[in-house]
């Protein structure tokens, strides 16, 4: 198995990968981690590409603080009015810098900032570009003991708050993979959805039971996320020869790992290969083996629920023996929402997109791609013909309803570019309620 270790190296980091953390804190519970300017995303990767940005801070109620960044193109005058604000959520083991990784004409924040839109960037807790916590330290157990119930509840939660009282406006969600869940989850809460616009959702996840990827499969069967406790982890580093060696054993005449990423994504066909060096300058970021627990117990229950801690703490912590489920169907029927998904995604697979829609009150907008994976929404060379156009015509549509003082189906996101506006919104009605 010496053959894998080249390559599942840089394949791991990037989407596998649950990295330990790098020396974010030094010294006592006081020394707050604070990235440098020139540390940050806005001066890492975004502002080198011409566009304007802003970092922002946002504690959350268990006192973790998180990174936004506002972004908006280097042509837009800032002393007019901005745009509707529109939040980007990241996916599981990625941060802010997801969404910009690309080329500036195919990464979906740099496309959405030349459109007029006012951009925030999500950073969940853990994320290289977060600030740690008021008192933990990253190497303490007490700081990785969350999963994505945390995110959606806290830091979503808390930065929708923080953007809805910076604008003055409801936000339009877009999330990708974990992005979606942590957005379904939320928007079944009304203190929550009620900061929502509408929302976009890349690879939607509420069900995992169909999951189809063979190493995750493996991982799933061979009960990982029992083994890295019993090591004693909380934070998981794939970078590790522990775990190095533990993930060539999975691999080792069970799963054929020689098409990595393939083995726990499904085939994806387009996503730009020849960027993996950049990838891997920012990738991966940590997450928690409670929050990997978490999305395997999904996987082997087929739940949509809060955190499955066994019957005795469940009682103790919900008053029942099983967790609550997040009911899909109290997400308002009134919430406009877009999903875009692939026919080769083994991890949003196309039986478990369908119960998500049947739990819906509502019918999303629905872009299929047959031979789109997991991976192509996000970085696909050709992401913005593809996906991101029929995202922000559907966008530009339901603007035009909602400027209009009415609703009409569900659609949604700035005011730009009116002629094709109008083009859009013409086409909506010549097919009777749907857009192309």
Known sequence: MAYLRPLLQPLLTLFLSFSLSDGYFTGNSSDLRRLSATDSLCAQIIEPNGYSCTEHSVETKDGYILALQRVSSGSVDLRVQRGHPVLLQHGLFMGGDAWFLDSTEQSLGFILADQGFDVW????????????????????????????????????????????????????MVGHSQGTIMSLAAFTQPDIVEMVEAAALLCPISYLDHVTAPLVLRMVAMHLDQMVLALGLHQLNFRSDVLINLVE?????????????ASITGPNCCYNKTRLNYFLEYEPHPSSVKNLRHLFQMIRKGTF??????????????????????????????????MGYGGTDELADLTDVQHTLDELPSKP??????????????????????????MIRNVAAFLIV?????????????KFNHSAVMEVEASHFDRGGKLG
């Open 121 to 172: 960037v999500a950073n969940v807790r853990g994320t290289r570009w977060s600030h740690g916590h008021v008192s933990l330290l990253e190497t303490e157990k007490e700081f990785w003991e969350w999963s994505w119930q945390e995110l959606a509840l806290y830091d979503l939660a808390e930065m929708l708050h923080y953007i809805k009282t910076a604008t003055g406006s409801k936000v339009y």
């Open 249 to 261: 054993s999975l691999c080792d005449g069970h799963v054929d790992c020689s098409d990595f990423l």
């Open 305 to 338: 629920s809060q955190y499955d801690y066994g019957i005795l703490q469940n009682l103790l912590k919900y008053g029942q023996l099983k967790p609550p489920a997040f009911d899909l169907s109290n997400i308002p029927k009134s919430l406009p929402l877009w």
């Open 365 to 390: 907008e629905l872009l299929y791609l047959e031979n789109y994976g997991h991976i192509d929404f996000l970085l696909s060379v050709k992401a913005n013909r593809d996906v991101y156009d029929h």
């Open 402 to 414: 909602i400027s209009a003082g009415f609703t009409l189906g569900n659609w949604f996101l700035p």
